[in-house]
């Protein structure tokens, strides 16, 4: 209605029919002949349309990332789903560096990695179900090489639920002691997941409990990208409450 619009925008109901009238004009809104109500008219949505077309999602991370790694001081992975699983195209370090063979070209654990329960969570179960049995049965992944170990079949879909009901998935110890590990996934304006990004280094530097700054800062910033990818984070916001880390 005018007057939520003239509240949201912090001006008097006369000064935003003013603007909604110029807008009106040229399309970037419409009126509802019954209700009253406005809404994005035509031009509007071409403009948004144009705009998710302009936005890589790989880019856009890249880019972002640079940002966190230097904020929080520890290593980051950006990992996409590839033709052998979760696939990683990105690492930066932090200053506290922690003995991780990780690469861009290495490819996480379904099962076994806070990185691969977020895809498990988030792709389509056809998808996940498939390339499990892969896993399990020792086929696939960049030269035989998986990073984590696995966990049994009812564990991993505890954890899938889990990751799906509060958004992230967190490891302890695992798969390298002494490690923690922290992942969100990144959404484009379908809702379908596009990339996840995860948070990785030694314990005492990488909280995982409920409410820690660094699990907050992670889901801030995954929810930034999925933002500007489009994607509507009120439609299914997970609940800020974090999950209990798979040990």
């Known amino acids: 209605m005018l007057r939520d619009i003239a509240h949201s925008a912090d001006v008097t109901p006369a000064q935003a029919h003013a603007y909604l009238v110029s807008f009106r004009k040229?399309?970037?809104?419409?009126?509802?002949?019954?209700?009253?109500?406005?809404?994005?008219?035509p031009f509007g949505l071409q403009l948004g349309l144009a705009r998710l077309r302009s936005v890589d999602a790989l880019r856009l991370a890249s880019s972002a990332v640079a940002g966190l790694v230097e904020e929080i001081d520890l290593m980051v992975t950006v990992t996409v789903w590839g033709a052998f699983g979760p696939t990683i195209i990105q690492v930066l370090e932090g200053s506290r560096q922690v003995h991780v063979n990780l690469r861009a070209g290495a490819v996480y654990s379904l099962s076994g990695t806070a990185t691969g329960r977020v895809f498990g969570a988030f792709l389509p179960k056809t998808t996940v179900q498939e390339h499990l049995a892969v896993e399990r049965a020792g086929m696939g992944g960049a030269q035989g090489e998986r990073i984590g170990a696995e966990i049994g079949?009812?564990?991993f879909w505890d954890a899938v639920a889990?990751?799906?009901?509060?958004?992230?998935?967190?490891?302890?110890?695992?798969?390298?002691?002494?490690?923690?590990?922290?992942?969100?996934?990144?959404?484009?304006?379908t809702g379908q997941m596009q990339l996840a990004v995860t948070v990785i280094g030694p314990a005492t530097a990488v909280d995982i409990r409920p409410n820690s700054a660094l699990t907050k800062r992670l889901a801030a910033f995954t929810a930034d990208l999925s933002a500007q990818l489009g994607y509507d984070l009120g439609a299914t916001a997970p609940s800020p409450t974090p999950i209990a880390a798979i040990t």
């Open 153 to 155: 079949d009812a564990l």
């Open 162 to 189: 889990e990751t799906r009901r509060f958004g992230y998935s967190a490891a302890e110890g695992s798969p390298i002691p002494g490690v923690n590990a922290i992942s969100a996934p990144v959404f484009d304006y």
């Open 26 to 41: 040229i399309g970037l809104v419409e009126q509802d002949a019954t209700s009253g109500l406005y809404r994005v008219g």
